[in-house]
């Protein structure tokens, strides 16, 4: 084969005329040293206070358990009620031609039954998972009356004398969504939020929160739940909520919310209301840290700092900043992503200049009367690397658009992509370029646009269509579905959502729906969860691992239509190594017609699955799904707000969990085979799974803003040496499903066979922004891993493909970042920064 930048076409790359030369423009980070050295020298550190940005594998204690909800048994339990043939009634509801927009004066979620349960409690079917803080806990919601104890109750409140805040019913175990209908609620201090709590208001009019003059502390709402630390805090929910805190103090430090929280986490759809220009009010802030994913879809005015970042990585998309001194400020983030953001009125747009940044990529965002756009520290290697790509910067007179340790390098608007950091080219040297200032051009794919950005599409909240134009699956009469962990609810499931298809839109209350075959949604489904609420899998029909079945499968190859989840999980009640969560087949009318927000998978670490109690051992014991999400060819979907997790710990106790999942995302959707569609990955992190996190295998044309990844922390030696990748799933099945076979490893390199975190193999115009991927541990001990050692020796692989566009490359802990044909080799020690290896530009065009 050629060697890898000989086949390469030149790139039409212009060093930007703007750049002034106070910076290099161009520097060969050739260092042959450090390639031919297999031993890793540290990253070049970052500022950060933060002890904390390393696993920490605490779960909740869950004390009243119901033992006898053993959903692995339910496949002998199967369904209470005999299912009742369709009535003429519901099969007359066919085809409808969609639900009706009737524009509602009361958000459906309000008015619908509230039937949903914790299954795995004592008492769980009376546990109250909708909490209305008007008509259940006496909140006046009229503008003076004193809210924050009525409001606090109903966070708190619980069964038999266990409350939330008590911290012993797990982290499934206390799902609990606070509704806030319309009205203006005054707070005289801070509310404190907890694992499993979603504070929602009614989108149709926004809910105030607002703090009171005399208001008792310094942060409104303590979005982060006080007894688990930033990067355990999962699955919390803040949306549809304008906050005030006008009437405190400009000076006065001051934030509206503490978001010290990590995956499985949503921040959307809510006005923050600060005085213009304070010098102490902050929007959101992360004090503690966390491992975040996605935030979205918010206004944030005045204060002096919009967002505060302080995070392991995350994704920022929908944001309008205004009249703050600073719109967002990076104090701490390895891999960020800034996408979709208007900044208006800021004396800078975006600061990070803490020295504590791996990268940021900043995309398809505006500013406006602002002194800077982005004030960065000019490193001269990969730590604070910047790309901007489609930026305008309508500053005028002396505004400008990049200062780095002071200097202006960059003024004006970015119409391609712009790149401040090390380079991997066609035609460039293939150990790469430092460059001060580059502007690169990325030819993106007509059909992921709208408007010529990236197309993005807020969680939809449905508050169009009034309440008759909604079912709860559990109060369909004739078709009993039950949500309690222990009857077989397949089967009325799949009636329901057959008979409602194209009609009407489905809300599953809070359980966990157990199913012992495939649920398959419709083209022309809506489906809404609450908090999380779980389809579980079970039984013989998900065993064979070489004929996977899908638990969920979103149509039939060839159809096009809507088919829109929100707010579900997917999970497994078993050891089910034959079980794909979650197959996508059907392709998107229109861009955002077939996605999925707020939607996530768990496989282990919580109550309610044999998986939690039986895979302390070896992992190869433990094949507990075949594999997570499966785009398949003719799929073209949007998906936003999504965490694929393999449970490292338990989250509900203490149980060991060595649990080898085959897969995380497999993504063949491809223009040439959906109708020459788009596919869209907005803030999405895999995890821990076994062969590889993120798998593109014949695809075409495909975006992604962010993608973290981890390791199985049983992987690597020191633990399992028997199971070294592809075990404990060989042989792999390259086909059909385009697995690695790790034939690159010599047969004992434990180092070697270790997950690759991106595989990429005969796939085409990939646009793949911000990566952080992480390995932490070597055979379940994070000391294998300290000073940043090496240990693993693989991230990212590319194979037969062309048209790679990679911007904001992040690895910790991985001797080579990327590989592929052609020689292509990217090493952490030709690009120390961030928190092992950064790359602001890996393009690869074959
Ligand atoms: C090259 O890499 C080695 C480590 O292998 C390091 O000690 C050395 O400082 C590097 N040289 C340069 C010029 O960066
Ligand atoms: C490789 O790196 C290690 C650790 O930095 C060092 O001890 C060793 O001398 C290096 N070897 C070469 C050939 O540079
Ligand atoms: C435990 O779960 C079973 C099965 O759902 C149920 O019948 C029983 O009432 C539950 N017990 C308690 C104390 O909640």
């Known amino acids: 084969m050629h060697l890898f930048p000989l086949l390469f076409l030149a790139l039409a790359e212009i060093v930007s005329a703007r750049s002034l030369p106070a910076v290099e423009q161009r520097r060969s980070i050739l260092n042959t040293t450090a390639l031919a050295n297999n031993s890793y020298y540290p990253p070049i550190p970052v500022n950060t206070n933060f002890a904390d940005f390393v696993p920490n594998m605490k779960g909740i204690p869950l004390i009243s358990i119901n033992e006898s909800v053993q959903p692995w048994n339910g496949a002998i339990k199967h369904v209470k009620t005999a299912p009742t043939p369709r009535t003429d009634a519901l099969l007359a509801a066919r085809s409808c031609g969609g639900p009706v927009v009737t524009n509602p004066g009361t958000f459906w979620y309000e008015q619908i039954t509230h039937n949903g349960i914790s299954p795995f409690i004592n008492d769980g079917a009376s546990w109250p998972v909708f909490r209305n803080v008007k008509t259940n806990y006496g909140a006046a919601g009229d503008g003076s009356t004193d809210d924050t104890d009525a409001i606090q109750n109903a966070i708190n409140a619980g069964i038999n004398g266990i409350t939330r805040d008590q911290n012993q019913l797990g982290t499934t175990g206390q799902p609990a969504v606070i509704y806030l209908p319309r009205g203006v609620y005054i707070l005289s201090k801070p509310l404190q939020l907890y694992v499993g709590t979603v504070l929602m208001g009614d989108p149709l009019s926004p809910p105030t929160l607002k703090a009171a003059s005399g208001f008792n502390g310094n942060v409104l709402i303590y979005g982060k739940d006080p007894h688990q630390d930033a990067t355990t805090n999962f699955y919390i929910g803040v949306k549809n909520l304008v906050f005030d805190s006008n009437n405190i103090n400009k000076d006065t430090q001051f934030t509206i919310i503490d978001w010290s929280v990590s995956q499985a986490t949503q921040l959307t759809n809510c006005v923050f209301n600060m005085p213009s220009f304070s010098s102490g009010h902050t929007g959101i802030s992360m004090p503690e840290g966390g491992s975040g994913t996605y935030l979205g879809d918010l206004q944030i005015n005045g204060g002096v700092v919009g967002i505060d970042m302080s995070n392991q990585q995350y994704m920022v998309k929908g944001v309008a900043f205004k009249f703050s001194t600073t719109g967002i400020k990076l104090s701490h983030c390895f891999d960020c ?30 500013a406006q009367d602002v002194g800077t756009f982005v004030a960065t520290v000019n490193t001269g290697n990969g730590a604070s690397s910047l790309i901007l790509e489609n930026v305008q910067n309508n500053g005028g007179g002396s505004a400008q658009t990049v200062m780095a340790s002071g200097n202006a390098i960059l003024a004006g608007n970015v119409a391609d992509t712009w790149v401040m950091g090390n380079t991997y080219t066609p035609g460039g040297s293939p150990l790469g370029s430092y460059v001060g200032g580059a502007t690169f051009t990325t030819p993106r794919s007509s059909n992921l646009l709208q408007n010529g950005n990236y197309f993005t599409m807020a969680p939809p909240t449905y508050q169009e269509y009034a309440l008759d134009q909604f079912i709860n699956i559990k109060s369909v009469s004739g078709l009993p579905v039950f949500g309690d962990g222990v009857t077989d609810d397949t089967a009325n499931i799949n009636s329901i959502l057959s008979t409602y298809a194209n009609c009407k839109i489905i809300f599953f209350p809070q359980g966990t729906y157990l199913v012992t075959n495939t649920i398959f949604v419709p083209a022309g489904s809506r489906i809404v969860g609450e908090a999380w609420s779980a389809i579980s899998a079970v039984g013989s029909n998900f065993w064979n691992p070489t004929s996977p079945v899908p638990m969920v499968q979103v149509g039939n190859a060839g159809d096009v239509g809507v088919a829109q989840i929100s707010d579900m999980l997917f999970t497994v009640a078993d050891v089910l190594q034959g079980c794909q969560l979650l197959e996508i087949n059907i392709a998107a009318s229109n861009p955002g017609d077939v996605g999925l927000w707020n939607s996530h998978f768990r496989v282990g670490g919580a109550a309610g699955s044999k998986v939690q109690t039986n895979c302390a051992g070896s992992p190869a014991d433990c094949k507990a799904a075949f594999g997570l999400l499966h785009l398949t060819a003719t799929s073209s979907a949007y998906i936003e707000d999504m965490w694929g997790w393999t449970a490292d710990h338990d989250l509900d106790g203490g149980n060991g969990q060595n649990i080898a999942v085959g897969r995380g995302a497999l993504i063949e959707s491809s223009s040439a085979s959906n109708g020459g569609r788009g596919t869209w990955l907005v803030g999405t992190a895999f ?6 996190q993120y798998n593109f295998h014949n695809a075409k044309d495909i975006y992604a803003g962010m993608q973290q990844s981890e390791t199985p922390y ?20 390259v086909t059909p499903y385009g697995d690695p076979d790790y034939s690159n490893c010599g047969g004992g390199d434990s180092q070697c066979r270790m997950a690759w975190f991106e595989y990429i193999t005969s796939s085409t115009n990939l646009f793949l922004y911000a990566t952080g991927f992480w390995t932490f541990f070597n055979g379940n001990d994070l000391s294998n891993c300290n000073n940043n050692a090496a240990c693993q020796t693989n991230a990212i692989d590319i194979q037969g493909s062309s048209a790679i566009y990679m911007y904001g490359v992040n690895t910790k802990s991985n001797l080579n970042m990327v ?12 690009n120390p920064g961030g928190w092992g290896g950064v790359v602001a530009a890996m393009l690869a065009e074959g």
């Open 819 to 830: 590989t592929g044909d052609n020689g292509l080799l990217v090493t952490m020690n030709n």
């Open 687 to 692: 995890e821990h799974n076994t062969l590889y």
């Open 337 to 366: 992503i800034i996408q979709d953001c208007t900044f208006q009125d800021h004396s800078v747009a975006i600061d990070m200049t803490s020295n504590s940044v791996g990268s940021l990529v900043v995309l398809d965002s505006s």
């Open 714 to 733: 049983w992987q690597g030696p020191g633990f399992a040496e028997d199971v070294l990748d592809p075990a404990p799933w060989a042989p792999a099945l």
